[in-house]
């Protein structure tokens, strides 16, 4: 991080003399002004230095498996779920900004952390939990990068196997900061989204009226496409990836400014293109009676009637980005959290020989998640992928716990602490998580007990 250092600690060069600029009087505004400026344009280049992780974590979260959940969000519901987005941002930002702050502050994962102070036993069952649920979500997004190309006219037999190497290539034979290049770019292609949401017309009115007033069902399927939406948006891989890649980019306390503004970006890009696939399948789909999707790529085929190729295209265009770039990440993220579990070496910047287990593992996740698209279904497919967005909803509020418990450690964090304010609400997303999950429960079980509102 020499670079950021140099930044933070470089100072204007002195033009003149004391003396001089005592003889020769400025206007004071100017001189404020051109400190101002100065400040603004050092600030923005460690912004840009720092950039990265939480604008590459939060924008994976649209991931196949997401996109499919909001489009079955719109094409089920219409508008009704858009109000979810609000609150659903604002916990974002707060799960998503403690993480960062420890791995800035203590300079290790989230997955080392619960090992040191938890023990191996319960960092083990957890990783082993998590393992689950990120399998089916490489699956998913195998499944989405072959549906996104069956659009597209490129059968899946042919999609899946390149895109499959293509990811795994990337990271083996690459580096951090190649790596994370990459990423970005990939981030810029989900601009796809609005545009097809534009294209397709959406009442705009409604979906404002829907997005500041909740309208809630206590339905079993209601609250299981609730809890998928939220599942979907703060999933629990995202927490141990984006501590991880802080971690290793080498990101120190005194660039944590630039840091938090990074993982807020990043928070508001992903929910907003979360909000414009919802908007674009409820003002076709749901509208057009068609409601029943079989996967993302359905989506994209039933924009092409009501909202014109250029819609479709572009739909199908951001599933094949989205499912290509999460392929890459979420194997990823799963590599660096077991690792760092089990005290393992950990690490894009590494070779296969300095970390066996980490790029094994790595390697492992793709092709199962590759191989079990080719020989699954697509109606096999929805099930796995519309669960493990719920299974995410599920084990969120365990890692939270311990999220909580350790950023408000006074011997570890320091001063860097969470603010009153930060653990109402993180609290608040665990506790509406577990309140939601037994609400589900019980309405599984007991149907006519409960009423829609």
């Not at 990043?266 to 908007?279: E, L, P, R």
């Not at 930060?422 to 149907?447: D, E, Q, R």
Request: proline share 4%.
């Amino acid at each position: 991080m020499g670079f950021l250092s140099r930044l933070r600690t470089a100072s204007p060069p002195e033009s003149t003399s004391a003396k001089e600029v005592s003889q020769t009087p400025r206007p004071k505004g100017r001189l404020l002004d051109g400190k101002r400026v100065l400040r603004l344009r050092r600030n923005l280049l460690i912004f840009l230095a720092v950039v990265g992780p939480g604008i590459i974590t939060a924008n994976v979260d649209n991931d196949a498996g997401g996109i499919l959940t909001y489009s079955q969000a719109g094409a089920l519901y219409g508008y009704s779920l858009l109000w979810t987005m609000i609150p659903v941002t604002v916990a974002l930002i707060v799960v998503q900004e403690m993480v960062a702050r420890m791995g800035v502050v203590t300079g290790k994962g989230l997955a080392d952390l619960i090992r040191e102070e938890y023990g191996f036993r319960t960092t083990f069952f957890l990783m082993l939990m998590l393992l689950a649920a990120d399998l089916g979500n490489t699956i998913s997004e195998f499944a989405g990068l072959a549906s996104g190309m069956g659009v597209l006219g490129i059968t899946r037999y042919i999609a899946v196997p390149l895109g499959a190497f293509i990811v795994w290539l990337m990271v083996v034979k690459g580096t951090y900061r190649s790596v994370e290049k990459i990423f970005l770019v990939a981030c810029l292609f989900y601009v796809a989204y609005p545009i097809s949401c534009f294209l397709a017309h959406p009442d705009w009115s409604l979906a404002a009226k829907e997005t500041v007033l909740p309208n809630f069902h206590f339905s079993a399927p209601y609250l299981y496409m609730m809890i998928g939406v939220v599942g979907t948006t703060i999933a629990p891989w995202m927490q141990f990836y984006l501590q991880s890649a802080v971690v290793e980019k080498g990101i120190e306390v005194k660039n944590y400014r630039q840091s938090r503004w990074d993982v807020i970006t990043g928070c508001f890009m992903t929910d907003v293109v979360a909000f414009f696939i919802i908007a674009a399948c409820a003002a076709t789909i749901y509208v057009s009676g068609a409601r029943n999707l079989t996967d993302a790529g359905q989506a994209a085929m039933a924009l092409r009637p009501l909202a014109g190729r250029a819609a479709s295209f572009l739909f199908a265009f951001g599933l094949c980005n989205a499912s290509l770039f999460s392929a890459s990440i979420l194997p990823l993220a799963t590599a660096y959290y077991v690792c760092e579990g089990l005290g393992a070496e950990a690490g894009i910047d590494k070779r296969p020989r300095e970390a066996p287990t980490f790029y094994s593992l790595y390697t492992a996740l793709i092709l199962i998640g590759a191989l079990a698209v080719l020989v699954l279904s697509d109606q096999e497919q929805v099930p796995v992928m519309l669960l493990s967005q719920v299974i995410n909803g599920i084990l969120l509020p365990f890692v939270l716990i311990f999220m909580l418990r350790l950023v408000n450690r006074k011997d570890l964090m320091g001063e860097y602490c969470n603010s009153s304010l930060f653990n109402v609400i993180a609290w608040t997303t665990c506790v509406v998580m577990i309140g939601l999950t037994l609400i589900l429960a019980a309405s599984s079980f007991f149907p006519t007990h409960l009423v829609a509102i």
